[in-house]
């Protein structure tokens, strides 16, 4: 599997930026489908993930700013952020589960916001 995410760059405190990953093949075989980020000195952490099913999750500091959504006919997976913020500032992960197979990750993304 290959995860090809795409999206990042420098954006100012309060802006926005949207995040794609586009998975080799039909995604409907991912149980689940997320991004994770890691800032500098610090552990990978998950930021929303979503379900085949559609069922979403977000870790608590990006709730109501961020949003997961799939394009099951396009292979993609996106992260939007809204109301960005300096901490937000970190390399982006796009991250594949499949049932009885090893996670994939992509190649991170880099998302720097200033103030």
């Known amino acids: 599997v290959q995860l090809q995410a795409s999206g990042g760059g420098l954006v100012q405190a309060g802006g926005s930026m949207r995040l794609s990953c586009v998975a080799s093949?039909?995604?409907?075989?991912?149980?689940?489908m997320a991004w994770y980020r890691q800032c500098p000195g610090k552990q990978r952490e998950l930021v929303a993930s979503?379900?085949?099913?559609?069922?979403?999750n977000y870790a608590d500091s990006v709730k109501g700013r961020f949003t997961i959504s799939r394009d099951n006919a396009g292979n993609t997976v996106y992260l939007q952020m809204n109301s960005l913020k300096p901490e937000d500032t970190a390399v982006y992960y796009c991250?594949?589960?499949?049932?009885?197979?090893?996670?994939?990750w992509g190649k991170g993304t880099l998302v720097t916001v200033s103030s």
């Open positions: 979503i379900t085949s099913g559609g069922n979403t």
């Open positions: 991250y594949a589960q499949e049932a009885y197979k090893s996670p994939s």
């Open positions: 093949g039909n995604i409907f075989r991912f149980n689940v």
